[in-house]
């Protein structure tokens, strides 16, 4: 303590920082008797199972980041009410979610991210597993990339949501960053790196520059080019900073993506509707007859209801009548009239339609 | 929404829910306004580096989980609070720790735990090297086991506790359960487990009674024995279930370990002095005659004056004069006047003494 003046500052502000988590504590405290009697309202009401709502989840979230006043910046404060929800869903019963394992991955993050502390997390070994723990009542929902640039674990997700009756309940971003890394060999003395293909076509700009004459070996997944580069001396690797640090590796150069907004995205999946909050996405699978044009034929309701296409990716049907599928991301919530008049449309013309579901945009 | 009655009980307990939100919004950031005036008295007073305090920090822990009225428990609680004041603190300036990597260990966990999300963790690769990177000052503090019953890496620790300047501003404690994993074959069918030896004794037990025919293959640490039975189809491990996550492997009987307390332990290491909090520990290292009894007669004043110690551990020394050396830990502040007096007197009984840090015990 450097004098007495700050001695006497400091105490008495350490005396309304005090008096200010007493406060924080009791309000704390009666949010979760409040959630627990909207649990008992619910039970009585005979609803069973998760008393998890995505809807007002997400409204919470909105609610305060467009209230906040600083100077936490609002990321923060939807993180701690996040967690706070979290613990308070955990006093009636910890949702229990499954995630494409292992620990340490993105996915993980990305269900941490959604769910919180309170959550009960269990690593699956595979997408399909995932699907199959949610649909079999072993876990109450399930988290799985869908556009995961960097893994390629895509259309295992999107031919699931085809296959299984679970619906989408919600969608979390992160955000994704390369990295340069090796267990200590520096970039000038580097003779390869090991690369996923789509992380190299991401780093693309920055190979050609920093290293032009290193030979790039492709590899299956960021976490194997982490792997290979820890068991060659003379070998890095382009990993992300989760990899590095699960195996140990130096980051010699951080961020090296050519898109600085380079994000992954998950998806939320349960046997639950979700309700508008007013800042939905939908998703929905469908099929047209197949003759050129059809596809745009096909779009024309949502044109003309100015309802924007946030995503469209086409697969190969994988069984008969058509030749295609194609997976839809709009904005707005299927219950909202002008998307529920041309979601409508769509059906009465796709030779297939199955809404994959409809959930509040990510919040953070 | 199952009814009429049950929307209207929900929409009101909705709506309290959200002006309790505001009123914990308005609060939180009055929080984090205080808290960067705390930094601003001590700035103007000319303290630089950290504004972290530990005892304060863990006095606002104590003094919540003290007063929490529930529902919420008190650890929630707590971990909440230290959440916020995470936040708050990086709004000044995050505070940088290294820790004994690769990240997923326990290490993490245990740095996670006690400075929260705002922190910036950096893994390093050894106990040297965090030890190097704070005395560098590279780092603002460092986390190191150091009883750390299953990786065996407490002699290290010890060791540069005697040789670095630095001092331990904190303890962390982390439950350890270990698990019987696999990568999918039944324990009836199992025909090797792959276990570290201190595993190993820790569950004993439970392996005398539910494998009483199964090799044991002892390994170097609990995340190798985890790696072997990934690669072995007939082989199982004990391991965390961290490890487990890490490797993808299933848990077939979790918290098989004989002592369902047993935790590991964690030093903070930093260059700060801490102040008393009311619940504090000290740790020490010092070295007496080498004659019979001499111990004994060393740890008298501390008997004498009814202080407790939580643990005594001799190590042989590496240099000169004296034969081993002993790390002692006790209960209190090496300012409380009890404890002060009884150090003078071990001081000067001793052929070696040195203060290894003096902070508050685990609060959670």
Not at 150 to 164: K, Q
Not at 185 to 201: C, G, N
Not at 204 to 215: N, S
Request: aromatic content about 6%; charged content about 20%; proline content about 5%.
């Amino acid at each position: 303590m450097a004098n007495k003046e700050e001695a006497k500052g400091l105490a008495a502000l350490r005396r309304q920082i005090d008096q200010l988590d007493d406060q924080l504590l009791e309000l704390l405290n009666r949010r979760a008797t409040l959630a627990m009697e909207v649990a008992q309202v619910k039970q009585a009401a005979g609803e069973n199972g998760t008393f998890w709502r995505p809807e007002r989840e997400a409204e919470v979230l909105q609610r305060v980041m467009a209230r906040n006043p600083g100077p936490l910046d609002s990321e923060t404060v939807a993180w701690l009410f996040r967690e706070l929800m979290s613990a308070c869903l955990a006093l009636e019963r910890p949702l229990t979610v499954a995630y494409l394992g292992p620990a340490g991955t993105f996915t993980q993050m990305a269900a941490t991210k959604h769910f919180g502390q309170g959550a009960r997390l269990t690593p699956v070994s595979s997408i399909p597993e995932v699907f199959r723990t949610v649909q079999a009542g072993q876990a109450d929902f399930g988290v799985v990339p869908v556009e995961n640039s960097t893994e390629g674990s895509v259309n295992l997700t999107l031919d699931h949501l085809l296959d299984y009756p679970l619906k989408v309940c919600g969608e979390v971003q992160l955000r994704v960053v390369h990295n340069l890394v090796s267990a200590g060999v520096p970039l000038a003395d580097m003779q390869r790196i090991y690369v996923h293909y789509q992380t190299r076509a991401q780093c693309r700009h920055w190979l050609a520059e920093h290293a032009p004459r290193v030979q790039l070996v492709e590899v299956a997944s960021n976490a194997e080019a982490a792997l290979r580069a820890r068991e060659d001396a003379a070998g890095g690797a382009i990993s992300t900073a989760a990899a590095a640090e699960l195996y140990g590796l130096r980051i010699l150069a951080a961020g090296i993506e050519d898109d600085a907004e380079n994000t992954t995205r998950f998806l939320v999946i349960g046997d639950l509707d979700v309700q508008p909050t007013g800042r939905d996405k939908t998703s929905l699978v469908l099929s047209s007859h197949n003759r050129p044009g059809s596809l745009h034929e096909l779009l024309r309701p949502l044109a003309a209801a100015g309802i924007s296409m946030t995503r469209i990716e086409s697969r190969p049907a994988r069984r008969g009548l058509w030749q295609y599928v194609f997976f839809l991301d709009l904005e707005g919530h299927a219950k909202d009239p002008a998307v529920a008049a041309a979601l409508a449309e769509l059906q009465e013309k796709a030779t297939f339609y199955k809404l994959l579901g409809t959930y509040p945009k990510a919040v953070i």
